[in-house]
């Protein structure tokens, strides 16, 4: 299919939970690898990996890692107030969606896994005396998303440009070690997401976002943005 201009992308970019199991090609996988390893990065560190799950018996095992976790989200999420930017049935969709995912996550035909190594600090012989050691080790890890982040998106709509559906899902950082145990994935290397891929059962659409001025802020925090 065509691709759709980057806004129309933005614009229509829908979670799609519900996935069917059609295998997707190698070479659209790898489309979506490349387009994450276009994105930025702290300091060009492209210190990124990305674990692609495709053998059937390990989605499997996956899938119940994650449902295991997602029993967790679940409770948590039933405690919640439905957020005011959301209809009743927005919200009870989402909820439904979800537990679908929740249950069929490892009937994906793809999972990615966007993972972070650590990034090193200058040795101790060349760290400038006068920054603190544990201040700059609270910023490295403060900033930590931005360079794993970019590359989930970027993940996110090259699977709208080819027809693709994902959804971004963390649930299964409640049981990270097991998951990690489970990919062979290094103690050291943290995991920021879990993307299911897959032809979509549903349609990219309209996104249902809060208007302008309730997010954002024009000069001062509080001042609503206004053209």
């Given at each position: 299919m065509p691709?759709?201009?980057?806004?129309?992308?933005?614009?229509?970019?829908?979670?799609?939970?519900?996935?069917?199991?059609?295998?997707?090609?190698?070479?659209?996988?790898?489309?979506?690898?490349?387009?994450?390893?276009?994105?930025?990065?702290?300091?060009?560190?492209?210190?990124?990996?990305?674990?692609?799950?495709?053998?059937?018996?390990?989605?499997?095992?996956?899938?119940?890692?994650?449902?295991?976790?997602?029993?967790?989200?679940?409770?948590?999420?039933?405690?919640?107030?439905?957020?005011?930017?959301?209809?009743?049935?927005?919200?009870?969709?989402?909820?439904?969606?979800?537990?679908?995912?929740?249950?069929?996550?490892?009937?994906?035909?793809?999972?990615?896994?966007?993972?972070?190594?650590?990034?090193?600090?200058?040795?101790?012989?060349?760290?400038?005396?006068?920054?603190?050691?544990?201040?700059?080790?609270?910023?490295?890890d403060r900033?930590?998303?931005?360079?794993?982040?970019?590359?989930?998106?970027?993940?996110?709509?090259?699977?709208?440009?080819?027809?693709?559906?994902?959804?971004?899902?963390?649930?299964?950082?409640?049981?990270?070690?097991?998951?990690?145990?489970?990919?062979?994935?290094?103690?050291?290397?943290?995991?920021?997401?879990?993307?299911?891929?897959?032809?979509?059962?549903?349609?990219?659409?309209?996104?249902?976002?809060?208007?302008?001025?309730?997010?954002?802020?024009?000069?001062?925090?509080?001042?609503?943005?206004?053209?």
């Amino acid at each position: 299919m065509p691709d759709p201009g980057l806004f129309e992308m933005m614009d229509t970019a829908r979670a799609l939970r519900v996935l069917k199991p059609d295998p997707v090609p190698n070479a659209l996988v790898e489309r979506l690898l490349h387009a994450a390893t276009r994105a930025s990065s702290a300091g060009n560190a492209q210190n990124w990996a990305f674990v692609v799950v495709r053998d059937a018996a390990l989605r499997r095992e996956v899938g119940a890692l994650y449902r295991r976790a997602s029993d967790v989200a679940a409770k948590v999420y039933a405690a919640r107030d439905r957020p005011p930017h959301l209809t009743d049935r927005q919200w009870h969709g989402m909820l439904v969606a979800g537990a679908h995912l929740y249950a069929h996550m490892g009937e994906a035909p793809v999972l990615i896994l966007p993972c972070l190594q650590p990034r090193d600090l200058p040795p101790a012989d060349r760290f400038p005396p006068e920054v603190s050691l544990a201040d700059e080790m609270t910023y490295l890890d403060r900033i930590r998303g931005a360079s794993i982040y970019p590359a989930v998106q970027n993940i996110v709509l090259a699977c709208r440009a080819l027809g693709l559906g994902t959804v971004i899902t963390t649930n299964h950082l409640r049981l990270e070690a097991e998951m990690k145990a489970l990919l062979g994935i290094p103690t050291a290397v943290d995991t920021f997401a879990l993307m299911p891929v897959g032809w979509p059962v549903g349609k990219p659409g309209p996104l249902s976002r809060k208007p302008l001025a309730e997010a954002a802020h024009r000069d001062r925090w509080g001042k609503p943005w206004a053209p």
